[in-house]
């Protein structure tokens, strides 16, 4: 069993930054892939970015690369993303979500645990 618990979202304007934080427990965290993902209101979730287990390899998605990065601290159980030049239309509820079974993957249907979601805003 894997617990998941993120942080870091809140209101922010255009142009600015946020870090959010995903902390988890119950297994050994360093063998998973982990991904960012979101959901806007009316929308379907979708990938936002992804890092396989040493962290050595990335996915980001087109509409965030270069502006978003992700990252992990083994050590701490924790991955982050790191979000700047924020859009309005970056505002939803990122989820952060482990592959317990994939070193790396970007499929969504691979990731089997999930966090709660923390709301990012961007206002224009």
């Known amino acids: 069993q894997v617990q998941l618990v993120e942080s870091g979202g809140g209101l922010v304007q255009a142009g600015g930054s946020l870090r959010l934080s995903c902390a988890a427990s119950g297994r050994i965290f360093s063998s998973y892939a982990m991904g960012w993902f979101r959901q806007a209101p009316g929308k379907e979730r979708e990938s936002v970015a992804a890092?396989?287990?040493?962290?050595?390899?990335?996915y980001y998605a087109d509409s965030v690369k270069g502006r978003f990065t992700i990252s992990r601290d083994n050590a701490k159980n924790t991955v982050y993303l790191q979000m700047n030049s924020l859009k309005p239309e970056d505002t939803a509820v990122y989820y952060c979500?482990?592959?317990?079974?994939?070193?790396?993957?970007?499929?969504?249907?691979?990731?089997?645990?999930w966090g709660q979601g923390t709301q990012v805003t961007v206002s224009s």
């Open positions: 890092i396989n287990r040493s962290g050595g390899t990335t």
């Open positions: 979500a482990v592959a317990s079974r994939r070193a790396y993957t970007t499929r969504v249907n691979e990731y089997d645990y």
